[in-house]
């Protein structure tokens, strides 16, 4: 029972210790890797001759919107 209560306190400080910055960016980082490997994808589709700039373009496009969103939420003042 005291380890328990021990590890909700040492949580506990940790989350209050956290800078506001800090916090968004472990939101958004999983965010910027996910569009980060939509664009590689759509780079290897390319080479298809005709349907892959389609494929690309459409996940660039992907990767532009989850970057933008991810921008806002690095914006919001904790």
Known sequence: MKLH????AVVAGLAFSLSGCFLTK??????????STLSTVGAVTS??????????A????G???I????????????
Do not use: F, Q, S, Y
């Open 67 to 78: 970057d933008e969103a991810a921008d806002t939420v690095d914006k919001v003042p904790l």
């Open 58 to 61: 459409t996940l660039e496009k």
């Open 5 to 8: 209560v021990l590890k909700l």
């Open 26 to 35: 472990i939101v958004t980082m999983p965010m910027r890797v996910v569009g």
């Open 63 to 65: 990767d532009a919107a």
């Open 47 to 56: 080479v298809v001759p005709g349907v892959g700039n389609k494929i690309d």
